[in-house]
């Protein structure tokens, strides 16, 4: 199940969803893990900088975009004298297997990862159909 996730990575995109980018920012590539339960695919997505309210996550089809919208960070009194984080945006796109439950999807963050749980759609069962006399 896991391995039928699929990802399309792109380092710097300038379009995801057939519009133009209005922000001239780096954009980042989250790195993601991603696991599987019996009931579930679960994604921990990192974006470090990105408050609850920049978070944009959409679901089109069978195409999940996460978007995250980092604030720049302006430290009072201080001056910076080396950084290896980089302010910009996350953009990442994933194509979903048909057996998720578009309509179970969860999400949450706490400490810059954003936690997905996609669940997985129950198996249609076989079912007997009674003919009717007309």
């Known amino acids: 199940m896991a391995q039928e996730l699929k990802t399309t990575e792109r380092q710097v995109p300038s379009k995801l969803d057939g519009s133009e980018r209005t922000r001239s920012r780096?954009?980042?590539?989250?790195?993601?893990?991603?696991?599987?339960t019996q009931d579930n695919v679960v994604l921990l997505v990192d974006m470090p900088g990105v408050a609850s309210d920049g978070v944009d996550i959409t679901l089109e089809k069978r195409t999940l975009a996460i978007r995250g919208y980092a604030a720049d960070q302006q430290h009072e009194n201080y001056g910076?004298?080396?950084?290896?984080?980089?302010?910009?945006?996350?953009?990442?796109?994933?194509?979903?297997?048909?057996?998720?439950?578009?309509?179970?999807i969860e999400a949450a963050q706490k400490n810059g990862v954003l936690r997905l749980v996609l669940p997985k759609a129950a198996p249609a069962k076989a079912r007997k159909i009674q003919l009717k006399m007309a």
Not at 26 to 36: G, L, M, Q, S
Not at 85 to 104: H, K, N, W
Request: glycine content about 8%.
């Open 26 to 36: 780096p954009v980042f590539v989250p790195r993601t893990d991603i696991y599987e």
């Open 80 to 104: 910076q004298v080396y950084a290896e984080y980089g302010a910009g945006d996350y953009e990442r796109v994933f194509t979903l297997s048909e057996d998720i439950d578009r309509d179970g």
